[in-house]
């Protein structure tokens, strides 16, 4: 599968992508990572990511965090955000904001890091905590001094008493908080403020009370500043908030209040997780042909995160919709999810959801659903049960299309987080949809191109191999490995008046052309021996075709006219078969031009007594070309080794020794296709006929 | 496919012919790099050219094919090609299994 897709978004996105293998050597490096580390990309692959951007003492920790990671799978780091100190290629430090994620590659991992440069924001931090500071200044002066500054400030400030109540606010934070005057927000209980929103911190965990930098500081505890997501529980409106908090002392260094500034940092996380999310679907999107389980996980992915619910239906071609995945962080829900989805199939409203997105091939969204939309939707009493249960909240779908073809929908469903789901949302799941869409699309050509190839090369091989009086006949075809492309191998056996014919050949080239010129080749052979009874003669008349062509068409073909005991054969550039007898392995037959490549050229026939229990091997340059682990061609002579072994053994048994023995000797798939006849004369050994022919044997012991 | 082959063409420019050397093996994977070299070569216009394949490993029949449609051309364009032979035992065997030898414009033994 190629990687231009997941590329082609890494290659613009705005953060650096670093992606390494799993011995930690980078892979991929994005124009961002140039910029921000200071290294070209050509300069960083191949070398590792520790010596590249991690300073000394972080090293040691990232090599045991790999190390374990493909030890156990378990990563502290992986899909979390962290804040930590990068080299850059001046061997200066700066802060990095860091997210890893990890994905299978067949049998290895790659691992991709999303790395964001802090240095002007944590610059902007620093001015934050000067401006704290004079604000604490400012207060041991007057009230109203105070008010002054911080009043028009544009982020929100606010300060807390020691009972934790909120005792000033200013213009912007009681618009966060959703006050019109101070005196309003004074005289609600702290608890009933924050009972109005769902809050949750980075991770996902609920943040309560007591986790609020400054009601820890009245606690005397240490107070990081700290990110929060806020839902509010009424609209749904969520939003990032950083809050930092300082004690400001009594002249007896006791804390009087804590005051605190709430940055605003909604758009930034909402973008930074839309990039991440983006790029580990597209990761897996890439990752696998096998497109149903790849929506699953893309489903996977986005909750709880992004969306409480997702679910992939798609489109077949009776117009039916099918569901694929559907996604909820809690295993228990999903069952909810199974139900209803029952209720949904038997009734899709084509005004309604899925059913209207399928008909427009327009996206949908539902920012809020109110209950009386339950109610009308609901199909019985347990339907409407089920729905209510769920807490549906807020809900978007929208269309995975290919052109004017609609493949499926993609449904957003956000209920107990609460969250309303806006155009911002509909759009990052119109991307997740595009993105899955092509992928559906190309694994869908892919494997009607592999099933057409398939087709395609059945019908160029003999359904069935013919039953050959006194002979026993058995073949292989094993097609490369890339099996979308129709391979150049062939081989075909049919009845004469008085005896068989055997062809095996390989025109070279691929696909489509490929079949044609064999289908060209077999049928002019198949024509032409009817009348021509001499091999070397069926030969010419092939070659004759073939320089007819428009197109170069060249083939090897080797050509075998079957009789009682002997066979006469012709060998047009194709290897010459291997004859096994008592007397061992020899090769058999002479060496003629391959078929439509040369002008002025003639074929011999050669016969070749065959006594019984002998067996002639006819094979493509497939299997002498495999490659094996130390780099070395299987060649002529372990193809002779091999045979020796089978000697006075079935046809059927060589066929399957020799594909053992292949299989062994290579690494990976077949590279090239690969085919081999054996035809064994039955019959007891003939001792005295063995030793009669000895002398003309020409025994093959070396290579040529 | 799965293991990168070793393979290396070096270019002689000796007047009036070019002479492209070619080692290691010209198989499927690598008949793609000689065909566009040699594309390269010729982009100035047809002009004699010598290839060199004295120190070829391997050659398979898509090498093969390359060199007879590179022979097929040189006499439509009217440019000379000259092939040196291989010393390589498998790679001189495709080319005598298939006529090759004596159909392609070798040069004689010990020209080269």
């Known amino acids: 599968m190629a990687p231009t897709l997941t590329e082609q978004i890494l290659d613009r996105a705005p953060d650096a992508v670093v992606s390494m293998d799993q011995g930690g050597r980078v892979t991929y490096w994005n124009p961002r990572a140039e910029e921000v580390f200071g290294v070209r990309c050509e300069d960083a692959l191949g070398r590792t990511v520790a010596e590249l951007i991690i300073p000394d003492r972080h090293r040691a920790a990232h090599i045991a965090g790999l190390e374990r990671f493909l030890a156990d799978g378990t990563g502290p780091l992986l899909q979390r955000r962290l804040e930590i100190e990068a080299l850059r290629a001046d061997g200066a430090e700066f802060p990095v904001e860091l997210t890893v994620s990890a994905v299978r590659d067949g049998d290895g991992w790659n691992f991709h890091a999303f790395v964001v440069d802090l240095s002007a924001r944590k610059e902007t931090e620093q001015q934050r905590d000067l401006l704290v500071e004079e604000l604490r200044v400012a207060l041991e002066g007057s009230e109203r001094r105070f008010e002054t500054v911080v009043g028009s400030f544009s982020d929100p400030v606010t300060i807390r008493d020691r009972q934790d109540r909120i005792v000033y606010a200013n213009r912007a934070a009681l618009e966060t908080l959703g006050f019109d005057s101070l005196e309003q927000l004074r005289s609600t209980p702290p608890g009933d403020i924050m009972a109005d929103y769902v809050v949750s911190g980075e991770d996902g965990r609920p943040i309560a009370m007591e986790d609020i930098p400054s009601v820890r500081i009245h606690r005397g505890l240490q107070a990081e500043p700290l990110l929060i997501r806020t839902i509010h529980r009424q609209t749904g409106a969520q939003r990032w908030q950083l809050l930092k908090s300082a004690p400001l002392l009594t002249s007896a260094g006791e804390i009087e209040v804590t005051i605190t500034v709430i940055e605003n940092v909604t758009e930034q996380k909402r973008a930074e997780r839309q990039n991440v999310f983006l790029a580990q679907v597209s990761a897996e999107l890439a990752s696998s042909l096998d497109y149903e389980q790849t929506l699953r996980k893309v489903a996977q992915l986005a909750v709880p995160d992004v969306v409480d619910w997702c679910a992939v239906d798609l489109l077949d071609e009776d117009g039916d919709r099918r569901p694929v995945a559907v996604a909820h962080a809690d295993p228990k829900r999903l069952k909810l999810a199974e139900e209803l989805r029952n209720y949904e199939q038997t009734r899709l409203n084509p005004n309604e959801g899925i059913g209207l997105v399928f008909r427009t091939g327009r996206p949908v969204l539902y920012p809020r659903i109110p209950d009386e939309m339950l109610v009308r939707t609901a199909s019985d009493e347990r339907h409407l049960e089920l729905l209510r249960e769920v807490g549906l909240r807020s809900a978007a779908v929208v269309p995975m299309s290919a052109g004017n073809r609609i493949l499926g929908a993609m449904t957003l469903v956000n209920a107990e987080s609460g969250r309303v789901l806006d155009d911002f949302d509909l759009k990052l799941a119109q991307q997740v949809a595009d993105r899955a869409a092509v992928a559906i699309e190309n694994a869908r050509l892919y494997s009607e191109r592999s099933s057409i190839a398939h087709t395609l090369q059945q019908s160029l091989l003999p359904e069935q191999l013919p039953q050959i009086p006194g002979f026993e006949l058995a073949s292989v075809y094993i097609p490369a490995f890339e099996s979308t492309e129709v391979g150049g191998d062939f081989y075909d056996v049919w009845e004469l008046e008085d005896g068989w014919m055997l062809i095996i050949g390989d025109v070279t080239g691929k696909g489509i052309e490929a079949a044609a010129l064999t289908s060209l080749v077999r049928h002019t052979m198949r024509a032409a021996s009817e009348f021509e009874s001499s091999p070397a003669a069926l030969l010419a008349r092939v070659d004759g075709i073939l320089k007819k062509q428009r197109a170069r068409s060249i083939c090897t073909a080797l050509c075998m006219r079957l009789f009682e005991d002997r066979a006469l054969l012709a060998a047009g550039g194709h290897p010459l078969p291997l004859r096994v007898s008592s007397r061992g392995v020899t090769r058999v037959g002479d060496h003629g031009p391959l078929l439509g490549g040369f002008s002025d050229v003639n074929w011999q026939d050669t016969t070749v007594e065959l006594e019984p229990d002998s067996i002639l091997v006819a094979y493509t340059d497939g299997v002498t070309d495999a490659i094996g682990a130390d780099g070395t061609r299987y060649g002529l002579q372990r193809l002779c080794d091999t045979l020796a072994q089978f000697r006075g053994r079935s046809a059927t048994e060589v066929i399957e020794g020799l594909t053992v023995a292949l299989g062994e000797f290579q690494i990976g798939s077949h590279a090239d296709d690969t085919a081999a006849l054996v035809l064994r004369r039955r019959g007891p050994w003939n001792p005295e006929r063995d030793q009669q022919d000895a002398s003309e044997a020409e025994n093959l012991a070396v290579t040529e | ?112």
């Open chain 2, 1 to 112: 496919m799965v293991r990168p082959t070793k393979f290396e063409i070096r270019e002689h420019a000796t007047e009036p012919a070019l002479k492209l050397s070619v080692t290691g093996e010209l198989d499927m994977n690598t008949v793609e790099l000689l065909a566009r070299h040699v594309e390269r070569s010729l982009a100035d216009g047809p002009r004699a050219l010598r290839l060199d394949l004295a120190e070829l490993g391997f050659m398979d029949s898509s090498g093969l094919r390359f060199l007879i449609d590179l022979y097929d051309r040189s006499r439509r364009e009217d440019w000379e090609l000259s092939i040196v032979r291989p010393h390589d035992e498998a790679a001189t065997m495709v080319l005598r299994a298939t006529g090759a030898d004596t159909a392609l414009p070798f040069e004689p033994d010990g020209s080269s």
